[in-house]
């Protein structure tokens, strides 16, 4: 496997990211038909190269439940434990960065629509 595309070696992620993965889940309907890998590899890959969901390479399935996954396991926490797991082990080191707009320079053109009033519409009957 490119080491790219699977950044983490599968053994490593079967004894630490997957319990969490597995024990945040609730199981219904039918079973997932792309590993818990393959969407933890899928979602490292968009975070590091910053690319559209629609344009993730096929080696990891499909894009769109990969997508649904990565937003149910957000709505949950899952990816914040996960992140903080490794933090603890030391396998990742988390730098954020905050930005505010009021602080943003930014082109004349690039502040969106102009205001102002729209046209006048006329309530006189004809």
């Known amino acids: ?5 699977f950044p983490i070696p599968r053994e490593y992620f079967d004894q630490t990211i997957k319990p ?3 024990g945040d889940y609730i199981w219904k309907g039918r079973p997932p038909t792309i590993s818990h890998y393959h ?3 899928a979602i490292l890959y ?6 559209p969901w ?10 769109h439940p990969i997508y649904l ?6 709505e949950k926490g899952l990816w914040w ?3 903080m797991k490794l933090q603890q082990g030391k396998k990742v080191t988390m730098n954020m960065v905050l930005a505010d707009s009021t602080t943003m320079k930014i082109h004349r053109h690039g502040g969106g629509a102009k205001g102002g009033p729209g046209p006048e519409v006329s309530t006189a009957s004809a």
């Open 20 to 22: 969490l993965i597995e």
């Open 46 to 51: 968009i975070l590091r190269t910053g690319c």
């Open 69 to 74: 996954r990565f937003k149910r396991g957000g």
């Open 81 to 83: 434990r996960v992140l």
């Open 54 to 63: 629609r344009d993730l390479p096929s080696c990891y399935g499909k894009w």
């Open 39 to 41: 969407v933890f590899c």
């Open 1 to 5: 496997m490119d080491k790219r595309l």
